[in-house]
């Protein structure tokens, strides 16, 4: 009896230090996980309007998650009614792109998730950038891309800047961002992330954090960050501890609103009175369910954000690049699609990596269906 113990404390031993090692291997020694703010960062955290007992939280606050129902999202994770992945290879526009200027001064590049090359007014800015296999913390675990990259990093056009919206993986990527950093390019996020970002090696100067309706001034270009209503954390002790935000870009002839991810909020009629109309919107529509209704949006919600900030056009992000919600992967485009029909709402459908000039665009096409 006293050698089984023995042989299993070793074994349970044993596994316990491969797990450790793994972890490191496949975090970078947990670099991945970011860093907490401290001192002056932490100081303007603390100052803002939207902090509150050691944390961030919405305004007006929202539970993050309907214990209620917890357990109904746990059960459509097991029968989801459809194919979690593709059903085949998801068509992509593949290339670096144009080269020239965007005839009508706006185009825009989706490619993948939240994944955003916008071209506004002369300016180049990027969104939520995430170029990794695996929306985690770790290279051998978590959510795995469903189609390669449409271009890869080195071939995209010199930027003005990246746009964070929060600090969950499949928005903020420690190997994209250094990257993009190695470029000089400014990353522009909500309060707080700039830690994680120094972290990972970008120098202070390429970091600028703003709290809600601050703002700055990219090549012609006004960065606000407007509200959101959501939440954020990258590991077991840190929620919320940095803000979350939507992203309002206005140039001088255009307008484009970027979601991140958020749930439904009054705030957003706020931004479009502030800041719209917007010539496109463009809203989260995957990861979807009624137990975490408060901080995602679903193609319902999309349409009624739509109508919140004023927008002219709907392009719907944060799906098809991940399996990150309980329902088949094309539920959320398709319940989209014939919704956006029967409201009479115009919905922009680009294909990953497809270029595509709001003005010019052609009526929208579901070519998701010959994958599900």
Known sequence: MRKRRRLLAAVVALLLAAAIVLFFVTTDGGASLGASAEGERLARMEASPRWAGGGFENDPPVPTMDTSKITAALRSYLDRGGPAEPQGEVPLVEGPGPEVPPASGLRLRWLGHSTVLFEIDGARILTDPIFSDRASPSTLVGPHRFHPLPVEPAALPPLDAVLLSHDHYDHLDMETVRLLAAQGVPFFAPLG??????????????????????????????????????????????????????????????????????????????????????????FEIGAFHPAWGTIHLGPDGALEALRLVQGRALLPIHWATFDLGPHPWAEPPERLFERARAAGVRLLTPQVGEVLEPALAPPPRPWWRHLK
């Open 193 to 282: 992330v700039g830690a994680h970002l120094e972290r990972w090696g970008v120098p202070p100067a390429q970091i600028h954090e703003f709290d809600w309706w601050q703002e700055a001034e990219v090549a012609g270009v006004r960065l606000v960050a407007t509200p959101s209503q959501h939440f954020s954390g990258r590991g077991l002790l840190d929620r919320n501890a940095t803000l979350w935000t939507s992203w309002s870009l206005v140039g001088p002839r255009h307008r484009v609103f970027f979601s991140g991810d958020t749930g439904l909020t009054p705030l957003l009629g706020e931004v479009g009175t502030r800041l719209g109309p917007f010539d496109v919107a463009l």
